[in-house]
């Protein structure tokens, strides 16, 4: 495994983490035990990164995690989001990142992952009735009392970033980011990159459009790709038809699609790291052979005249979930 500083002032974390959120229902019914087994299997990989949010599941992806985790915390960096709303039935009701909410939301996620400090901290998704300088001030306060010791963003645009770093230093953004998913690549990224804050992306499989493994029939009810417009009929069968053509580029490299996708991430700097979503270690096994594949400047050449930027049908999120992202508006 290799290893990285995230961002300037970040922890060093392995050079790819573990995404959980699969393993609590937002890609239908999970195994758990084989969810364990695979938190475990990327902890003897040299996985250090775990990423994790309190709504995945309500609770119930911490406390998986914190159970994977006891007794070997100290091999793990936990990044933890915080604020999307749920109710009982699973549905979903904004966000709040108001200070006095962070508190409440802080201790209960200690509480259920049975740590005393998260790693990184983070708000899934800009509260709009909330100045980020509000909520970062809260996060850094807790910072401050030793409950957390870096503060992270997710899904926010230039602009909020350079108002969050102006607070206190930024470990990381996590955004979607892969070969079908590149709007960051316009104004975020350079921006990251100018204050040393670090890219966790997830996405990379295109949450397994781009794994080369997706069946058309595959969804089931509460999956999240029933509603992502790009799994939508219409739009899936043109995505499906760059993901062979991906794959003529993987089988000439002896390589699986996925990890022709992983690798291409990877290969757009050491200042981005992929969060995987495997729920399984056959998954995460095929995922960590992304190391192995060295790509040159042709292989990238052919991998994006396979899969050119604009060619995907359909946006990353439907639009009721779109109007949410912060990162999805331009400053200009
Ligand atoms: N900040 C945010 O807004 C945000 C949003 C979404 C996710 N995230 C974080 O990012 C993590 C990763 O995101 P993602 O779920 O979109 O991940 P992803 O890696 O793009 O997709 C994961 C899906 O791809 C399938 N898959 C097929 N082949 C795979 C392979 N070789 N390795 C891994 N997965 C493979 C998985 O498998 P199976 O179906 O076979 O299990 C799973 O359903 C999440 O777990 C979460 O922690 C953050």
């Avoid at 899969?307 to 331009?330: F, H, I, M, N």
Wanted: proline content about 4%; some cysteine; charged content about 25%.
């Amino acid at each position: 495994m290799d290893y990285r500083s995230l961002g300037k002032k970040g922890p060093e974390v392995s050079a790819m983490g573990l995404g959980c959120m699969g393993m609590s229902g937002m890609y239908g019914p999970s195994d758990r035990d084989e969810s364990i087994a695979t938190i475990h299997a990327a902890l003897e990989a040299g996985i250090t990164l775990f990423d994790t949010g309190d709504f995945y599941g309500m609770g119930h992806n911490e406390m998986l995690l914190g159970e994977a985790l006891k007794g070997r915390r100290d091999n793990a960096l936990i990044s933890v989001k915080f604020g999307a709303l749920r109710g009982p039935d699973g549905s979903w009701s904004g966000y709040d990142a108001r200070p006095e909410a962070i508190k409440n939301f802080v201790a209960y996620s200690l509480q259920r992952l049975g740590v005393d400090h998260i790693d990184i901290y983070r708000p899934a998704r800009l509260d709009s009735q909330v100045p980020i300088e509000e909520t970062v001030g809260a996060i850094a306060d807790l910072v401050k009392a030793g409950y957390v010791r870096h503060i992270g963003l997710s899904e926010v645009g230039a602009d909020t970033i350079r108002r969050a770093a102006a607070v206190h230093p930024i470990s990381d953004l996590q955004i979607e980011y892969s070969l079908i998913s590149r709007g960051i690549e316009a104004e975020i990224l350079p921006t990251c990159r100018e204050l040393g804050i670090g890219i966790t992306a997830y996405g990379v499989l295109s949450r397994g459009l781009l794994s080369g493994h997706w069946q058309l029939d595959k969804l089931a009810q509460g999956d999240f790709r029933a509603i992502s417009p790009r799994f939508q009929q219409g739009n899936v069968e043109q995505n499906l038809t760059l993901v062979e053509a991906l794959r003529k580029v993987a089988d000439a490299r002896g390589a699986s699609v996925a990890q022709v996708a992983i690798a291409w991430v990877m290969a757009q700097g050491e200042d981005i790291v992929p969060l995987i979503g495997a729920r399984k270690r056959e998954r995460l096994s095929e995922s960590l052979k992304a190391f192995e594949l060295e790509l040159g400047a042709d292989d990238l050449a052919a991998i994006e005249q396979a899969v050119p930027a604009d060619a995907v049908a359909g946006e990353r999120y439907p639009a009721a979930q779109l109007k949410d992202l912060d990162s999805e508006r331009t400053t200009a």
